[in-house]
Antibody
Framework: EVQLVESGGGLVQPGRSLRLSCTAS????????MSWVRQAPGKGLEWVGF??????????EYAASVKGRFTISRDDSKSIAYLQMNSLKTEDTAVYYC????????????WGQGTMVTVSS | EIVLTQSPGTLSLSPGERATLSCRAS???????LAWYQQKPGQAPRLLIY???SRATGIPDRFSGSGSGTDFTLTISRLEPEDFAVYYC?????????FGQGTKVEIK
């Protein structure tokens, strides 16, 4: 079964850091770009960033709201994608979803169940 | 950045009725990069439509997508009880994605 499982969420103070993990199974992880999407409580979906597959350089892109604070990386040997979040703000409070980017970069065809990040003092 | 505006915000319909959801882009979007998602309370979103009109794996044929340029539509031909949810459109361009604000389809 194709599956993504996020972990690492929790309560963190403003200005601190947190790292989320996304463990993939059921497909060849290294063949796909991976993306993170977040959803603040009661709000809509916001794209956070993505990492290309190694075949396309493994480079990253980010939304303006997180650029310079968040970093996405991947470990293809472990089938894990990471979201390192630094200098967290209260407005980063959200459910964070890991997603698989469908071939052709058109859409997100597999989603994890999400992990909640709460930034509060 | 391309802004996607969905309408209406809420659609109140009865099971068996037809639902028509609109997604308008602030500038032209390649049809290849327009997608629709369904999200039910407490669940992750699910891909319904990609490439503006192609159904994702396992999606029933009562869901259909159409449109081009700046105007796209998701149609649910006959609403089933499990179709009452929030629907988001999404576009990809310039190495980034944006989502519409969502349309809630609720039971009338």
């Amino acid at each position: 079964e194709v599956q993504l499982v996020e972990s690492g969420g929790g309560l963190v103070q403003p200005g601190r850091s947190l790292r989320l993990s996304c463990t993939a199974s059921g497909f060849t992880f290294g063949d796909y770009a991976m993306s993170w999407v977040r959803q603040a409580p009661g709000k809509g979906l916001e794209w956070v960033g993505f990492i290309r597959s190694k075949a396309y350089g493994g480079t990253t892109e980010y939304a303006a709201s997180v650029k310079g604070r968040f970093t996405i990386s991947r470990d293809d040997s472990k089938s894990i994608a990471y979201l390192q979040m630094n200098s967290l703000k209260t407005e980063d409070t959200a459910v964070y979803y890991c997603t698989r980017v469908r071939a052709g970069a058109t859409s997100f065809d597999i989603w994890g169940q999400g992990t909640m990040v709460t930034v509060s003092s | 950045e391309i802004v996607l505006t969905q309408s209406p915000g809420t659609l109140s319909l009865s099971p068996g009725e037809r639902a028509t959801l609109s997604c308008r882009a602030s500038q032209s979007v390649s049809s290849s990069y327009l997608a629709w998602y369904q999200q039910k309370p407490g669940q992750a979103p699910r891909l319904l439509i990609y490439g503006a009109s192609s159904r994702a794996t396992g999606i029933p044929d009562r869901f259909s997508g159409s449109g081009s340029g700046t105007d796209f539509t998701l149609t649910i031909s006959r609403l089933e009880p499990e179709d009452f949810a929030v629907y988001y459109c999404q576009q990809y361009g310039s190495s980034s994605w944006t989502f519409g604000q969502g349309t809630k389809v609720e039971i009338k």
